[in-house]
């Protein structure tokens, strides 16, 4: 829409895309449930979201945020931040003449978000101050999501940056995006659960080694990473507020492979953010290939190379009575119809 409207009135050199957005990620810990569903199946553990964090890119910089599940509706209250936050990046991504039409859904963006992330969010997207007024999609895979806020003219479009690249995991997202330095840093993620992560996130002291060993894959945290982390455990005064500073690492590192994407596709004039898919964005590429040596201004008259039609009496006897035999087919009044006596009218008509 912006850029057709940029084109049609010769001011193209305006064009910028979409610079400010949203990350977010969801950590989660396992509950047993262990319930059966008829005779063949069975649930043994389900994800409850414990935490989420964000960092907001503006003009100013960024801006992280978080909560947790120590704040009753934690998501809720997120979700309420979210929208104060929108209202800066909304500001800082409008164009300064207000005449130029622009879409004014800000991304929220997760990595790998779109199968559980959004499924943790779904049921605290509707409210009676915002609600879904877009969903793109399946039952399981939510590829958007856009939420519009009742009152105020904002509206969130929930993306996952995967859409845009092929990478499965985020360290090779940066490492093919980004600058290729992963300083996320360490979590234990599988040691938490439902029933110890009271205790076991109230204390003071690091987490222990053994708690770093990934079950799923057979690994152990080494020595050197293990003493890696404990420089930057010491830092903080609990695991909470470790916690805390993993997750603003977690969701500013896919900050440098969604700018490096951007940067790349506006060479194009292509605003990546706008669209749903790269393949969109190669298409957008494509179709503007086409006309890169368009000028809005030049001479577009068209030049006739063909030659003149020369129809003969033949072919204007043959047209005449095909007339009048699917007039008669349909019942249809002919006597308007034209007639042999018409030749050389026409003859002259379509020779010039």
């Known amino acids: 829409m912006t850029y057709k409207y940029l084109l049609a009135n010769n001011l193209t050199h305006l064009f910028k895309s979409i610079r400010y957005y949203i990350t977010y990620y969801i950590k989660t810990f396992e509950k047993k449930v262990n319930e059966k569903f008829g005779d063949s199946s069975q649930v043994n553990s389900t994800l409850i979201p414990y935490a989420i964090a964000s960092t907001v890119t503006l003009v100013s910089g960024i801006h992280p945020f978080d909560y947790d599940i120590r704040i009753p509706n934690f998501l809720n209250k997120w979700l309420e931040q979210l929208f104060e936050k929108v209202k800066l990046v909304k500001k800082d991504n409008k164009y300064k003449d207000e005449t130029i039409p622009q879409y004014y859904e800000v991304p929220v963006i997760g990595f790998n978000s779109a199968k559980l992330d959004t499924c943790f969010l779904f049921k605290n997207l509707k409210s009676k101050d915002w609600s879904i007024s877009n969903y793109l999609g399946s039952s399981t895979i939510a590829k958007q999501i856009v939420v519009k ?204």
């Open 149 to 352: 806020h009742k009152c105020l003219s904002i509206q969130l479009r929930f993306i996952d940056f995967k859409i845009f690249s092929i990478q499965n995991k985020l360290k090779d997202a940066v490492r093919d995006f980004g600058k290729g330095y992963n300083n996320k840093g360490r979590f234990p993620h599988e040691f938490l659960n439902n029933n110890n992560y009271i205790d076991e996130m109230n204390k003071s002291e690091p987490f222990p080694i053994e708690a770093f060993d990934n079950q799923l894959r057979n690994k152990k945290l080494s020595e050197a990473k293990y003493q890696a982390y404990l420089i930057e455990a010491a830092k903080f005064a609990n695991r909470w507020d470790y916690l805390m500073h993993y997750n603003k690492l977690d969701t500013g590192i896919l900050i440098e492979p969604i700018d490096y994407l951007i940067d790349l596709m506006i060479k194009y004039k292509v605003d990546m953010l706008s669209n749903i898919s790269m393949a969109q964005c190669s298409n957008a590429i494509k179709y503007l290939m086409c006309y890169s040596d368009f000028d809005i201004l030049g001479n577009c008259n068209s030049e006739s190379t063909g030659k003149s039609i020369e129809i003969t009496q033949y072919y204007w006897g043959a047209k005449v009575d095909s007339y009048y035999e699917q007039g008669n087919k349909k019942s249809v009044d002919s006597s308007n119809n034209v007639s042999i006596n018409g030749y050389f009218y026409f003859k002259d008509i379509f020779k010039n």
